[in-house]
């Protein structure tokens, strides 16, 4: 990837879509017009009533109207010269070069009443004025939006503090609240299953008398005469009754389970308060993806602009009989051209028409963007790879501590990722590039989908439509097999394909456990980031709106333009907060299970093979280390 950016750096050239150019083909900026940053356009109407598709294509997709680079936007009027009124000047010479003279009134002029009848409205220029005025509304609107971004900013950030400080006190207190949130939850949804076995029967009582059946009304989309029918709330009780049966059921088998879900979600919350520093990791994800960014906009930028520029001479004006012979077919050089060449066509100008695309290189382009685009999604998947095995080794040394936190080692998080970019990089690589692979026929299907959805019958579409979630499946599939197969190599160290199988073939010898954690940890989770999110977010309307005031002129609700802008922003700013923080909470948990499979599997409790789970852990489950070395204990 690096010499594909070295070779898009060679052939590209930026300067072509980071500054503009003037009519000339210099560029605004810098060189000779270094202190002329800005653009100007003689008459800018003309870019929004140029509607003849060939003719803009032929200008080069440039407003046709003459374009100079100046230092700022000019104040004053310009005028036309007092040479132009001599008498062997043709007014018509004068007004195609697109300049006015101010002194005339034309409210009051009576040049312009014989000239009526040769004009002709045309409704397609309203249209495009039309969308021009649209275009500097919507401006305002951007303008007013940032004044609000620019006067509630440290109010902003105050919410995004408060939502970090809301995530973080959760996941520290779950190792108290853990086991009532969870039984409260469990007990929520018995009991909303009995008021609906009893609501169910109440309603089947009292249409006991009634005369109707389903079979007497039939089928009807009036869904509220069903409702009427006794029969109907005779199939709700038995299909509630039979749920709330297999809940209590699944309750009293899973008991043992659900407490072990609930002593390593504990064990997690224990294991973060002593790695602080873990949480902040999300943050040097988030740095490494916006270099990945920045690496696929710069290559796809020098890649666009591989080809050198063609620049061919136009007319801007073909109303002239000398004008219509230029086509656009001869090439010329910006910095060289003079419209002396033509002298029957003084509006001909040497215009940009695209870049070049002849050379091995451009013929190749759009191959190269394809690929380009791939490297990027590798990258961003091993950033993530990179990311989940690096929390994984902090969090494995943890649990494999036999003395916590006496034996936990130094800075387990910076450890881990220098050991992960040391020694585990190619096994990384080579998952993320499996899991890019199957993102890559994903797109693919999806863009053939795109483009043939009009023209598709039934029986493809279902085909279609099959095949992406079968992809879709396998997606999940991959992510879920690389997570597990990134926390055995982080404990092990063993190569990829390996630790995949290992990781697997544990889960599955344990796969009620798995599910019983997952959906656990899921709910907690979920309730976790509502509370985040809504709370910072009612505070934030509450405040951004005016119904909480501060003391004093600090800031009023009433200066801001749209109060609802902040408010998005604080509610959007505390979801990825608690999700950066929640998803290192999750590694954490999924980190401590396979540990704890593996330490059921590996020891037993002897001398020699001592368990390293907690004393709960083991209290659940009924296990206890034999023996105990002098001066060794658990916390």
Same mark, same amino acid.
């Given at each position: 990837?690096?010499?594909?950016?070295?070779? $898009?750096?060679?052939?590209?050239?930026?300067?072509?879509?980071?500054?503009?150019?003037?009519?000339?083909?210099?560029?605004?900026?810098?060189?000779?017009?270094?202190?002329?940053?800005?653009?100007?356009?003689?008459?800018?109407?003309?870019?929004?009533?140029?509607?003849?598709?060939?003719?803009?294509?032929?200008?080069?997709?440039?407003?046709?109207?003459?374009?100079?680079?100046?230092?700022?936007?000019?104040?004053?009027?310009?005028?036309?010269? #007092?040479?132009?009124?001599?008498?062997?000047?043709?007014?018509?010479?004068?007004?195609?070069?697109?300049?006015?003279?101010?002194?005339?009134?034309?409210?009051?002029?009576?040049?312009?009443?014989?000239?009526?009848?040769?004009?002709?409205?045309?409704?397609?220029?309203?249209?495009?004025?039309?969308?021009?005025?649209?275009?500097?509304?919507?401006?305002?609107?951007?303008?007013?939006?940032?004044?609000?971004?620019?006067?509630?900013?440290?109010?902003?950030?105050?919410?995004?503090? #408060?939502?970090?400080?809301?995530?973080?006190?959760?996941?520290?207190?779950?190792?108290?609240?853990?086991?009532?949130?969870?039984?409260?939850? &469990?007990?929520?949804?018995?009991?909303?299953?009995?008021?609906?076995?009893?609501?169910?029967?109440?309603?089947?009582?009292?249409?006991?008398?009634?005369?109707?059946?389903?079979?007497?009304?039939?089928?009807?989309?009036?869904?509220?005469?069903?409702?009427?029918?006794?029969?109907?709330?005779?199939?709700?009780?038995?299909?509630?009754?039979?749920?709330?049966?297999?809940?209590?059921?699944?309750?009293?088998?899973?008991?043992?389970?659900?407490?072990?879900?609930?002593?390593?979600?504990?064990?997690?919350?224990?294991?973060?308060?002593?790695?602080?520093?873990?949480?902040?990791?999300?943050?040097?994800?988030?740095?490494?993806?916006?270099?990945?960014?920045?690496?696929?906009?710069?290559?796809?930028?020098?890649?666009?602009?591989?080809?050198?520029?063609?620049?061919?001479?136009?007319?801007?004006?073909?109303?002239?009989?000398?004008?219509?012979?230029?086509?656009?077919?001869?090439?010329?050089?910006?910095?060289?051209?003079?419209?002396? /060449?033509?002298?029957?066509?003084?509006?001909?100008?040497?215009?940009?028409?695209?870049?070049?695309?002849?050379?091995?290189?451009?013929?190749?382009?759009?191959?190269?963007?394809?690929?380009?685009?791939?490297?990027?999604?590798?990258?961003?998947?091993?950033?993530?790879?990179?990311?989940?095995?690096?929390?994984?080794?902090?969090?494995?040394?943890?649990?494999?501590?036999?003395?916590?936190?006496?034996?936990?080692?130094?800075?387990?998080?910076?450890?881990?990722?220098?050991?992960?970019?040391?020694?585990?990089?190619?096994?990384?690589?080579?998952?993320?590039?499996?899991?890019?692979?199957?993102?890559?026929?994903?797109?693919?299907?999806?863009? &053939? /989908?795109?483009?043939?959805?009009?023209?598709?019958?039934?029986?493809?579409?279902?085909?279609?439509?099959?095949?992406?979630?079968?992809?879709?499946?396998?997606? @999940?599939? &991959?992510?879920?097999?690389?997570?597990?197969?990134? &926390?055995?190599?982080?404990?092990?160290?063993?190569?990829?394909?390996?630790?995949?199988?290992?990781?697997?073939?544990?889960?599955?010898?344990?796969?009620?456990?798995?599910?019983?954690?997952?959906?656990?940890?899921?709910?907690?989770?979920?309730?976790?980031?509502?509370?985040?999110?809504?709370?910072?977010?009612?505070?934030?309307?509450?405040?951004?709106?005016?119904?909480?005031?501060?003391?004093?002129?600090?800031?009023?609700?009433?200066?801001?333009?749209?109060?609802?802008?902040?408010?998005?922003?604080?509610?959007?700013?505390?979801?990825?907060?608690?999700?950066?923080?929640?998803?290192?909470?999750?590694?954490?948990?999924?980190?401590?299970?396979?540990?704890?499979?593996?330490?059921?599997?590996?020891?037993?409790?002897?001398?020699?093979?001592?368990?390293?789970?907690?004393?709960?852990?083991?209290?659940?489950?009924?296990?206890?280390? @034999? $023996?105990?070395?002098?001066?060794?204990? @658990? /916390?």
């Amino acid at each position: 990837m690096c010499i594909f950016f070295l070779s $898009a750096w060679l052939f590209g050239d930026p300067r072509h879509v980071l500054y503009p150019r003037n009519s000339t083909g210099w560029f605004c900026g810098i060189g000779p017009n270094k202190g002329q940053p800005n653009l100007l356009y003689f008459d800018i109407l003309k870019c929004a009533t140029s509607v003849n598709v060939m003719a803009t294509a032929l200008n080069g997709f440039q407003c046709p109207t003459t374009q100079v680079c100046v230092d700022s936007c000019p104040t004053q009027f310009w005028a036309v010269g #007092i040479q132009a009124y001599f008498p062997n000047v043709k007014p018509k010479d004068v007004f195609n070069q697109s300049l006015c003279v101010p002194s005339i009134n034309l409210m009051n002029t009576t040049l312009v009443s014989p000239m009526l009848k040769h004009f002709v409205f045309i409704k397609d220029g309203l249209h495009n004025n039309q969308d021009l005025v649209n275009g500097f509304n919507a401006r305002e609107i951007g303008v007013r939006i940032f004044e609000d971004f620019a006067s509630s900013w440290p109010w902003i950030l105050l919410g995004l503090l #408060i939502a970090m400080v809301v995530s973080m006190l959760f996941l520290l207190l779950l190792r108290f609240t853990a086991p009532v949130m969870v039984w409260v939850l &469990i007990i929520g949804v018995l009991g909303a299953g009995a008021y609906g076995i009893w609501h169910c029967y109440w309603e089947y009582a009292n249409y006991k008398q009634a005369s109707a059946t389903i079979s007497n009304i039939g089928f009807t989309t009036n869904f509220a005469v069903y409702l009427q029918v006794q029969e109907t709330w005779l199939a709700f009780l038995i299909i509630i009754s039979v749920v709330e049966a297999i809940l209590l059921l699944t309750l009293i088998f899973l008991r043992t389970r659900i407490l072990i879900a609930i002593a390593l979600i504990q064990e997690s919350s224990k294991a973060i308060s002593h790695m602080m520093s873990s949480l902040l990791y999300p943050l040097v994800t988030f740095v490494l993806l916006l270099v990945c960014v920045a690496y696929w906009g710069a290559t796809a930028l020098y890649l666009a602009t591989s080809g050198g520029p063609i620049y061919k001479v136009v007319a801007l004006n073909s109303t002239l009989n000398d004008c219509k012979m230029i086509n656009g077919t001869v090439d010329c050089d910006p910095q060289n051209f003079t419209s002396s /060449d033509y002298p029957g066509c003084p509006s001909a100008s040497c215009i940009f028409i695209k870049y070049n695309n002849e050379g091995l290189f451009q013929r190749n382009l759009f191959n190269l963007q394809i690929y380009n685009v791939v490297a990027f999604l590798w990258c961003v998947n091993f950033v993530i790879a990179l990311g989940q095995c690096t929390l994984a080794g902090a969090f494995s040394s943890y649990y494999w501590a036999f003395t916590k936190p006496a034996d936990i080692p130094m800075f387990p998080v910076c450890g881990s990722f220098i050991r992960s970019l040391r020694y585990h990089v190619g096994s990384l690589a080579f998952g993320a590039l499996i899991l890019t692979l199957v993102q890559i026929v994903r797109m693919i299907l999806e863009y &053939i /989908d795109h483009k043939t959805k009009a023209a598709q019958n039934p029986c493809a579409r279902f085909i279609l439509c099959c095949l992406k979630c079968c992809l879709w499946c396998l997606e @999940k599939f &991959i992510k879920f097999i690389n997570r597990n197969a990134y &926390i055995m190599i982080a404990i092990y160290g063993k190569n990829f394909c390996v630790s995949a199988k290992n990781a697997f073939s544990l889960l599955m010898r344990n796969v009620v456990r798995v599910v019983v954690l997952d959906k656990v940890t899921d709910l907690l989770l979920f309730f976790g980031k509502l509370l985040v999110v809504a709370g910072v977010g009612i505070l934030s309307f509450f405040f951004f709106s005016g119904r909480i005031l501060l003391p004093g002129s600090t800031f009023r609700s009433e200066t801001l333009n749209y109060y609802w802008m902040p408010i998005i922003t604080v509610v959007f700013g505390s979801y990825l907060i608690a999700h950066g923080f929640f998803s290192v909470y999750n590694m954490c948990v999924d980190t401590l299970f396979l540990c704890f499979l593996e330490d059921l599997e590996r020891n037993d409790g002897s001398l020699q093979k001592p368990y390293f789970m907690s004393k709960n852990l083991m209290k659940i489950l009924n296990k206890s280390n @034999k $023996a105990q070395k002098k001066g060794k204990g @658990k /916390d």
